[in-house]
């Protein structure tokens, strides 16, 4: 079973973009969904997360601008990004996995969609 992520691609300064994953096969034990992100060089950053009851969580340079959606039993999940800076360029990463308490573990990962910024 793999995520498949969609929808990276070039946008200006300001600019909105809206990234789909879903999974190409049945996913069971999950609890949440997220999104990642990672420019060279960095460490993979988690930026937004989704639980099966439909909570979010962001981190908080994309509070306000990034919004994530989806159904988590549908293994399905989606970040839309509003008011693109130029700092939000990276590749893009979905992942489904459990929350264990607060903390959220990966068990899989996307192939990764770049994104890029221009001014």
């Known amino acids: 079973v793999q995520l498949v992520e969609s929808g990276g691609g070039l946008v200006q300064t300001g600019g909105s973009l809206r990234l789909s994953c879903a999974a190409n096969g049945n996913i069971n034990g999950i609890s949440g969904m997220g999104w990642s992100r990672q420019v060279p060089g960095e460490p993979r950053e988690l930026v937004a997360t989704?639980?099966?009851?439909?909570?979010?969580d962001y981190k908080d340079y994309v509070k306000g601008r990034f919004t994530i959606s989806g159904d988590v039993a549908k293994a399905t999940v989606y970040l839309q990004m509003d008011n693109v800076k130029p700092e939000d360029a990276a590749v893009y990463y979905c992942s489904a996995g459990t929350f264990r308490g607060i903390y959220y573990y990966v068990d899989y990962w996307g192939q990764g969609t770049q994104v890029s910024v221009s001014s």
């Open positions: 989704i639980t099966s009851r439909g909570k979010t």
